[in-house]
């Protein structure tokens, strides 16, 4: 089904389409369909175009793990304008760097980071709307925003040479750097990693990487190019993790050697239920079901 998928907003309208129905997106108590996220990314697109955004514009996203990141991700695809995660764990200079590097003309930031959005907003330089999740004094609340715009997909199409994908590197060698992927680059990796990791549309992928990283954004939508339920895990929290992975029954994993050397250490782990898990990723190797067992 993926392999003719060749856009991110082509993740969103196939799967809107042929999956509709089919649970895209798991985080706590709340669950969205494919039908629902590609309304609900529409609805995004509608409002990132009445700010100015066109195709290949940039829109910075500054929050932990979350439904709305997927749908300002995939709401900026349907534009054919690239989402933009800034690394939240920096300082507040350098997520104002990023977001005039990036030129963002919108900005949406967490609940968690208002504090730096009041230490930089007067030094963006080209952004022209701030939406905050959760809602803000002096900006209009995510949620009002996107209610105000009807579904519409604006069906925006996307060049192969044009950028999918863009992160930013840590800047350890100065300024943080802009690490750009077209739909080239990033979609002719994706079938292969649906062989090495056996993604299909069947699976049930856990998302507990930040998302700023390509480990949590390329793996979350390595899952969903094949169409599979994506489980959002927001906060690190080692005995939540393996609660979660036996309740969601979730079959793949992307873990880097500190988050399981965590989870070893919380009481009762050896008792917890992982049959569900079939491939979990340790750091860039997977790991086989034989080791998973032992």
């Given amino acids: 089904m993926g392999n003719d998928i060749t856009s991110i907003a082509g993740i969103l309208r196939v799967h809107g389409s042929d999956r509709a129905d089919h649970v895209a997106l798991v985080q706590d108590a709340r669950r969205l369909t494919w039908a629902d996220l590609h309304a609900r990314s529409a609805q995004v697109a509608q409002g990132l175009a009445a700010a100015g955004v066109a195709s290949q514009d940039r829109v910075a996203f500054l929050d932990k793990n979350g439904i709305e990141h997927f749908e300002v991700f995939f709401g900026a695809s349907l534009l054919n304008a690239v989402c933009v995660d800034v690394n939240w764990r920096l300082a507040a200079p350098e997520i104002e760097y990023i977001v005039n590097d990036a030129q963002a003309k919108v900005l949406v930031v967490g609940p968690d980071f208002v504090g730096v959005l009041d230490a930089i907003?007067?030094?963006l330089t080209t952004v022209t709307r701030i939406v905050v999740i959760g809602g803000h004094e002096g900006y209009e609340s995510y949620e009002d925003w996107v209610a105000s715009f009807p579904a519409d997909d604006p069906g925006a199409e996307?060049?192969?040479?044009?950028?999918?994908?863009?992160?930013?590197?840590?800047?350890?060698t100065g300024r943080p750097k802009g690490v750009m992927l077209s739909n080239d680059n990033f979609f002719s990796l994706l079938p292969l990693a649906k062989e090495m990791w056996?993604?299909?549309?069947?699976?049930?992928?856990?998302i507990a990487m930040p998302l700023f990283h390509i480990g949590g954004g390329g793996w979350a939508v390595a899952g969903m190019y094949e169409g599979c339920t994506s489980v959002i895990f927001r906060e690190l929290d080692p005995a939540a993790l393996i609660r979660t992975i036996e309740e969601e029954r979730i079959t793949h994993a992307f873990l880097v050697p500190a988050v399981l050397q965590f989870m070893l250490m919380v009481p009762g782990v050896a008792d917890a239920d992982y049959s569900s898990l079939r491939v979990l990723v340790y750091g860039a190797s997977p790991i086989s079901e034989d080791v998973l067992a032992r």
């Avoid at 996307?158 to 350890?172: E, I, K």
């Avoid at 056996?198 to 856990?206: G, H, I, M, Q, R």
């Fill in 158 to 172: 996307s060049q192969r040479g044009d950028v999918a994908f863009q992160l930013y590197s840590s800047g350890t």
């Fill in 198 to 206: 056996e993604l299909t549309a069947d699976s049930v992928n856990l």
């Fill in 121 to 123: 907003a007067a030094n």
